[in-house]
Structures are given as C-alpha cells and as structure tokens.
C-alpha cells in the first residue's frame, strides 16, 4: 500500500470504530437498550448463541467433507429446537416448506421444462398453493381442513414424483443436465458454493455464523409473539377464513383485516393449532430462504467467498433478522425482491427474455404479501425497465422458437394476484387498502361500508421551510446512528444498525485508493451499475417516507439495507486484494454491534429465549397460556363461553393484544375506532348499532377498568342496553361479557335488569 492508501485505510479504521461506538453508546450505554443489557437473561441467551457458533464452526471446519458438516448441523438444530419447545412447529413449518419446494420443482419441471433452483422453486410452489386456494374458497370448499386434506393428498402426489424422478436419476446413465432460457452460465453451480473444510475457515466460521443468529431467532420464538403477530397474523383460522374460504365477508373493519393476504392464505394449513409458533415458524424458514436466495444474487456479481458476505452481513442486521421471528409477511416480500433483482442480473449475462419475465412472477408475487410493495417492488421493476433501455441491447429469442412457454411462469403468480386483490376488492371496493384508498377513489373507485379512506398527511407538512428540513435532518441522524424518540418505536426492533454508515464511510475514504480491476462498460462492471440505480430510486422513496409518515417501522428499509450491502460489497469486489481485505476487516466491527442489538431486541420486546427444556411436548400452548392469563385475571368463564364455538364474533373493550387472544372472531375497539378502522361507526348509538348489525357480532366484551362513564362508547353501551339492542350483562370479576339482540329489542323488564348489573357491576376505570 502507498502512504495516500494507509493513510485513508486509517481515517476509515477510526471513523468505522468512532460511528460503531458512538451508537452504541447512546444505545446500548445510556440509552433504551441498557436495562436490556444488563439482565441475566440476555447474557444465558448470548452465551448458548456462542457456544453454538463454536460447535457449528467445528463441525464445518473439522468434518471430512460437507455431507458430514451439513448433517451434523441439522442435528444440532434439532436439538436446538427440541431444547427451546418448537421442534414440531419447526419441523411441520418444514414439511410444509418442502411441499412447496415440490409444487414449484413439479411445475418447473413439467409446464416449463426448466430447472430453475430452490429459491425459484419455492416461489412458483407459493404462487401454485394459493391459487388453489383461492379456487377452494370460491367453491365455498376453502375450510381449512379442505385445505389440510389438499396439502395431504397433494403432497404425498408429489413425493412419489419425486420418488421416480430420483430413482432414473439413480439408475440412469450420466446425462447433461437440464438446460434452456433459465439455465446457462450466470446461474450458480453447486461447484460454486463456499466449501467448510480446513482449507477455508473463514467460510466454515461464517457459516457458523449465519446458522447460529438464525437459531438465536428460532430459540427466543415462543416469547416474542409480538403485538402485530396476534393483531391478524396468527388469528387466520379465525379473522380470514371461518369455513368457507377467504372470500367471505366476516364483517372485519380494521384496515390490516384488509391488507394483501398472501401470507396468510398460504400458512392457513398451520394455522389454528395449538401454538402460535406452528405459523411464525414459517417466516424463518422463509429467513433462511431469504439468505440463500440473497447468496444466489450475490454471486452473479461477486466471487463466491465474497459472495457469502452478503448473508453473513444480513444476518446482523436486525432490520431483516428481527422479521423472521413474527409472522408478519415482510421477509417473503423481501424474498420476492430479491429474486426480482437475480432475474435481471441473469437476463445481462444470458440474453434470456425468460428471466425478465421470472422477475415479474417474482414481482407479482410479493404484490400480494404486502401493501408497500406496491411501492418498493414497483420501483424496482420500473428502474430494471430503464436501466435495460438504457443500455440499449437487443433481446435474445424467448427460448425454443416455436413455443412461447417461457411466459407461463407467469400464470401462477397473475393467477394468485387476481385470486388475492380480487378478495379485498370484494370485500373493500378497492384491490390495495391502507395509505393507497385516496388514490384509488381519485380512480372513481367507491369504498364499501363500513371502511373509512383516512387518507395520509405528511408528518412534516404544517412546518415552516426551516422546521421541515430540521425534522428530517433529525429524523436521518436518528435512524442512521440513534432511533431514540416517540417516532423510532418500530425503527429501533427493525433498524438497519450501522453497517450503511460504515460502507458510506468505506467508499469516502478508500473511493480512490487501491487498484480498480474492473474496467467500466465490461460485464462485471453491469452489476455495480444496475445496483446503483436501484439504490438511488430507493434512497429518494426512502427520504420521502422519512417526510412523510408520522410512525417510522424500520422493516420498510429491508431491501434498502440488503441493497446498501450488495452495492458496497460489488463496489468493494472491484478495488484491489489489500484495499478490499482492509475494508472487510472494519465491517467486523459493525457486524459484531449488529449482532448485539439482534440479541437485545425483537418485536416483542422480550428479553433472552426462555431457557432449556429437556423434557416438553415438542411445542409451547399459547392458546393454553392465554386460557390461564385470563383466568387470572377474572374471566376464565368469559373464556369458556367464547371458545366453545370459535365463529363467535366479538368487540372486545381492553388492554391490546391480550384481549385479541380469545379463540374466537375478535376485534378490538382500536380496530373498530380507531385510525385505522372508521371512527364514524362509533359517533352515535344508532351507527354503532348498525354495524353490529352489519357485522353480526354476538358479544360485547369489556375488560374492567377499560372505560369510564363519560367516555363515549361507555355511554353507547349504556344507551343499547337501555333500549334492549344489548342484552343478558353477565359479570366475572368486574368485566363483562354482553350479549347483541340479533331481532326486536328485549322488552323493557329485561332492559332495566341488565342496565342495573352494567351500572353496578362494571368496575369502572378510576
């Protein structure tokens, strides 16, 4: 290295080590996160991720060959998760993902005659399921026992499939493999992956690594239920599908009963069990998808050592890790992104316009996982657009010249896109909710009753000039070095930590030192090129958001941060061995800094993973844990009445989320009132009696000490029972449990009655 390049590699050391500090400091030393770091319970759940790690680092590094290794692993993780009472939801959560991986495999193999990859696989088999799905609902045969029944019989149809495909394979002589629009050079190979013996440490202690913090999420699963989870992410069996399919209008008003349901329809089979973590269990799986799926689009761009930076750098970033341990739906979408990002980057290499259109399946799909990525995924398709026709080369043949099968991998992603947007267009009036209604009535769409268009005032918008630019210089220097305040709530258990940070102070330092070995307008110098463009787009819709929303979550920068790490580590692959060995080694830092904070936080805010349990029943009842809470604190009556038919509709008045754990149809009064509900359903007595009508609601439940006399939907209680609409006011406890007229209201004798036990029995907030 010359004195210009040592000179810049430790202005870059001290800066790196001065930003990972400093926010740790305010974070982890004075700030939100000091009392978490500080409790025994954290420090058992650091010590087993450690020990982990080392028992996996041995088996990759030590182990004859890679079979040995990876069956050793698996083994570890059973135990692991047999130790942590989530060994049946983890290994139903996998079965489940390997018939998907083979509902994909068959149509790829069959429809298209392709072999395109696990991750392509698992997408197409996604797209599949829920198409039928959807197919079942609208034959009114979508239960989800149908649905079980479906995902049986299928599934045993598809390993037999299997069975033979394996047994020629065996028997048959050696044969090239399948080969055509979406195989060539720019796919991976298996030769290609990063191999864990003692020629390459580095990378068995990386791997380690990565299968470690997955098992950190995995560990602590039972404990993190967050509060979203249980809002409308493991309650499907319940608020999404009562019997007859997804179609059925069940009277949900809050917007999030609205959303994209892709998820959701997909993990129906998983859902209504026991444990919540039969359905949370699929998000990490679909985690450590994500990750190979992240490795596969790196190594088109990378060498594959590097390559393997990419999920090790993600792995401690818990903006992405932390959302494998909920079962909202934003890893997948991310999955979807990702794949979107590896078709292009193919389509350069090979000239396949099949690609192009696997990167609009890929698309299509995450439209339906998640309302932002109309945004995101939108975005990146439009950018991939002028990218391409900025480059101005001509398009290859679509694949065999008298067949255009390479457009039917569209078929299963527009089939699950119209199957989904077309139950929220039933239900709502229009095919996305939540901030996108105005745009949709500007269309001349009309919503239904009884939804409510709030609309989207930009946070910053009634601030003088100087105001507005203060708040969003604010508002970077938090979610960049400290997410502390009232509006980094959801930034700080989804931050990208300061790994983006770092690798803007890389490429100001180390920008001109060391050799370049990649020449512009040459096929490596593609990928940089396609990624910087994202970037942009993403970094000016990112900004915009930090302007506008006045709740910040930080899982909307997923594919931000993912894009930040690809786009530095090509930027990295193209300057010389010593400048890039000196820039990996000042990532350490900040990666070590991430992991910590992955430990420290989740969406649940809970604290360690529990601890170890030899002996268990192979998964953890949160159905029986709600049961007890509920008994104790005064309503296990209440409990019993409404769990004896779980399509008992409820409006439920108390503490969020543990008044959504009943086993039945709940809505909270938030949902209803709120923001995101219509607060015009709850302005009198006569328009919230309407909607119970509207939505056939059986039961009014008020947890003691929710509401007072004065407050409104106290006194519109009061006025129905009054009038005989609410009837049979049964106490436990001091909280109450109230009965909707579905006819004529009571005669006035039953009305006096139940008005007395409400006036007299309700404990009242103080």
């Known amino acids: 290295m010359t004195r210009r390049e040592k000179t810049a590699a430790l202005v870059a050391a001290a800066l790196t080590i001065a930003v990972t500090l400093y926010s740790a400091w305010k974070l982890v030393g004075t700030g939100v996160l000091s009392w978490h770091a500080a409790q025994p319970d954290f420090y058992s759940m650091a010590l087993e991720t450690a020990a982990v790690w080392l028992i996996l680092f041995l088996l990759f590094f030590c182990a004859k060959n890679s079979l040995t290794a990876w069956l050793g692993a698996a083994f570890l993780c059973a135990v692991f998760c047999w130790l942590h009472v989530i060994f049946l939801p983890m290994a139903f959560a996998g079965a489940y993902t390997v018939y998907l991986i083979l509902a994909g495999r068959w149509f790829n193999r069959t429809v298209l005659r392709q072999n395109l990859g696990l991750c392509w696989d698992y997408l197409i088999g996604s797209a599949l399921t829920i198409t039928v799905f959807c197919l079942l609902s609208l034959a009114q045969l979508g239960s989800i026992h149908n649905l079980r029944l479906w995902v049986a019989a299928s599934g045993l149809c598809l390993l037999m499939w299997a069975g033979v495909l394996l047994r020629d394979f065996l028997t048959a002589p050696a044969a090239p493999p399948m080969r055509g629009w979406l195989s060539g050079a720019g796919a991976p ?40 989870s249980i809002w409308y992410g493991v309650r499907s069996h319940v608020m999404l599908n009562s019997g007859n399919g997804i179609y059925e209008n069940l009277g949900t008003l809050g917007v999030v009963y609205t959303y994209p349901k892709g998820w959701e329809v997909l993990g129906l089979p998983l859902a209504g069990l026991p444990s919540y973590s039969f359905s949370i269990s ?66 350069t290499e090979e000239r396949r316009t099949g690609w192009l259109a696997a990167a609009l399946a890929a698309g299509g799909v995450s439209l339906i996982m998640k309302p932002t990525a109309v945004v995101f995924s939108t975005a990146v398709a439009g950018i991939s657009v002028l990218w391409l026709l900025a480059r101005r080369k001509p398009f290859d043949k679509p694949g065999h010249p008298k067949e255009m099968r390479v457009w039917l991998i569209l078929l299963p992603s527009a089939t699950a896109l119209i199957g989904i947007w077309g139950r929220t267009m039933k239900l709502v009036g229009v095919p996305v909710t939540s901030v996108f209604y105005g745009l949709f009535q500007k269309l001349g769409f009309e919503i239904k009753y009884p939804f ?110 993912v894009l930040i790490l690809l786009t530095g580590l090509c930027w990295l692959d193209g300057k010389g061995p010593v400048c890039r060995k000196a820039a990996l080694a000042l990532l350490i830092p900040a990666w070590g800094y991430g992991v910590l904070l992955c430990g ?102 008020m947890e003691r000490g929710y509401v007072c006399s004065g407050v409104r939907i106290y006194d519109i209680i009061r006025t129905l029972i009054e009038e005989g609409h609410l009837y049979n006011v049964c106490e436990e406890g001091g909280n109450l449990i109230i009965s909707v007229q579905k006819g004529d209201p009571q005669p006035e004798i039953t009305a006096e009655h139940d008005l007395e036990v409400f006036d007299n029995l309700y404990i009242q907030h103080p």
């Open 282 to 347: 699929m998000n990490l799986w679909m985690g450590a998808l994500t990750l190979f799926a992240a490795y596969e689009t790196a190594r088109l761009c990378l060498k594959p050592r590097l390559a393997l930076w990419l999920p090790f750098l993600m792995v401690s970033v818990p903006g992405i890790m932390n959302m494998a341990d909920t079962a909202k739906p934003d890893m997948v979408t991310l999955f979807c992104q990702l794949l979107m990002i590896q078709g292009v980057l193919r389509f």
């Open 452 to 561: 409510y268009a709030a609309g989207l005032s930009p946070a910053g918008k009634h601030m003088p000039q100087g105001e507005r630019l203060l708040f969003l210089a604010k508002r970077l220097y938090r979610i960049l070095l400290n997410p502390q305040g009232h509006d980094m709530a959801h930034v700080l258990i989804a931050w990208g930590a300061v790994l983006p940070v770092v690798f803007l102070v890389l490429r100001a330092c180390l920008g001109g030192a060391g050799k370049t070995s990649r020449k512009p307008g040459t096929a490596q110098a593609l990928p940089l090129s396609y990624l910087t463009w994202l970037l942009m787009a993403m970094s000016f819709i990112n900004l915009v958001s930090l302007y506008s929303l006045s709740q910040v979550d930080g899982n909307y920068y997923m594919l931000y941060y």
């Open 189 to 228: 190979q298996p030769s290609d992956a990063p191999s864990c013996s003692r020629s390459h440490p580095r990378s068995s202690a990386m791997l380690a690594a990565i299968l470690a913090l997955l098992l950190l999420q995995a560990g602590r699963m039972n404990l993190a239920v967050d509060f979203d």
């Open 600 to 701: 420290l936080t989740n969406w649940a805010w809970t604290i360690g993973n529990g601890g170890l349990h030899p002996v268990n029943s192979g998964y953890y009842s949160h159905i029986q844990e709600a049961q007890e809470k509920r008994t104790a604190q005064g309503s296990g009556t209440i409990w019993n009445i409404l769990a004896a038919n779980p399509s008992h509709r409820v409006i439920a008045l108390g503490d969020l989320p543990d008044v959504l754990t009943f086993p039945c149809w709940v809505q909270s009064y938030v949902d209803v009132s709120g923001y995101w509900g219509n607060p015009q359903v709850v302005s009198s007595a006569p328009a919230f009696l309407e909607y119970l009508q509207f939505a056939d609601v059986d039961y009014i439940y």
